[in-house]
């Protein structure tokens, strides 16, 4: 076994605090990382308040890490001590589904999902399972700690030229938006809208343009439209001033919601252009405003996303290298982390918390 220690909740009322605890030796396939920087997602708040509803206390978030190996097991081949390596969402998935063979492990339709880096099984085991699942354990304990265990084939290398403190949001942040950006073909001189300018979106905004599309940026936050042409949009609104949206009817090919908390979509639809489609990957409640009368008449859609494959990740990995790419972070002590939660609540972080681990003794 191998001695961790991290910070976690032991309850939805509980603030973050450190704890130890233990994790396997590693298996045959599996990495040993000694985690350098975590970055932290609107998700951690949600899940550690059980948002929703779905928590396994005690919860030790955190699924944007990076670190470096420490140790391989013996049938590892494309890992070594020292190399610089990322984990994000998941740690394994069922392998044997349609989506997981099509390399799609992030759609895992096995009996129990994929595997969380934290807070365990997607799908947990039922009664009928004997309350067993088919990864032999409730919960997962994320980078929010000096260590993880991970199945090799669910890591990912961090290229040269990447700030490794800059790249743990692009493990999920990053992966959110380059997934859809990429499954809807989004190419040179489309239009996109990006809703939402915070870590999701302002990273959408950085991918997009360098892809080359034209991007509008809609934030609620009035002192955000100059920060967002600065990184590259053509244009920026406050999506609540219905007088500046009027003259984008019909504008675009593509608009993705990255609005963390439920938001009502139905003035989103007049923007978009006929076949075009409002993909949501901001939050998983209910869609509000959805009127299938304005769908109908224009053939678009409204669909979701799920963060994005292991292929998917090291792609947008090694395209922002290329492209030199990186999320704007503000690098905190752990100590510092129940304050970042609050700040990110209030829409006040620019734009990515990340948590030097060096600082968790």
Not at 79 to 84: Q, R, V, Y
Not at 152 to 169: N, R, S, T, Y
Request: net charge negative; glycine share 10%; aromatic share 6%.
């Amino acid at each position: 076994m191998i001695k961790t220690v991290g910070y976690g909740a032991q309850a939805a009322t509980s603030k973050l605090e450190r704890m130890e605890f233990e994790r396997d030796d590693p298996k045959p396939n599996e990495v040993v990382i000694d985690v350098l920087f975590t970055g932290v997602c609107h998700s951690d708040i949600h899940q550690v308040k059980n948002e929703w509803k779905n928590t396994v206390y005690p919860c030790v978030p955190g699924h944007e890490i990076v670190g470096r190996v420490s140790r391989t097991g013996g049938e590892v081949t494309r890992f070594k001590e020292g190399d610089l390596v990322g984990v994000g969402c998941m740690i394994d998935s069922c392998r044997q589904c349609e989506p997981c063979e099509s390399g799609e492990e992030n759609y895992c339709e096995g009996p129990n999902g994929w595997l969380a880096t934290y807070n365990g099984p997607m799908v947990p085991a039922t009664e009928a399972d004997n309350g067993e699942n088919m990864y032999g354990r409730d919960n997962t304990f994320g980078g929010y700690s000096n260590i993880v265990v991970v199945p090799e084939d669910f890591v990912l290398a961090i290229p040269d030229g990447l700030d490794p403190k800059a790249a743990a949001p692009i493990l999920c942040a990053g992966v959110t938006t380059w997934s859809p950006l990429n499954h809807w073909g989004v190419g040179k001189g489309d239009s996109v809208a990006i809703v939402g300018f915070g870590g999701l979106g302002h990273m959408a905004l950085k991918l997009a343009a360098a892809i080359g599309a034209e991007v509008t940026v809609l934030t609620s936050t009035p002192e955000k439209i100059e920060e967002a042409k600065r990184m590259g949009a053509h244009a920026a609104f406050v999506e609540t001033d219905k007088t500046s949206l009027t003259p984008l009817a019909g504008s675009f090919d593509l608009i993705l919601s990255t609005v963390p908390d439920k938001h009502e979509v139905g003035t989103l639809l007049d923007l978009l252009k006929r076949d075009a489609s409002l993909v949501v990957v901001g939050n998983l409640d209910v869609i509000d405003g959805v009127d299938n009368s304005k769908l109908a008449f224009h053939r678009q859609s409204v669909a979701g996303s799920l963060i994005g494959s292991i292929a998917e990740t090291q792609d947008v990995l090694d395209f922002c290298a290329s492209n030199g790419i990186a999320p704007d972070v503000e690098v905190i002590d752990i100590k510092d982390i129940n304050d970042a939660f609050t700040r990110v609540e209030n829409g006040e972080a620019r734009y990515r918390y990340v948590i030097d681990m060096a600082t968790l003794t």
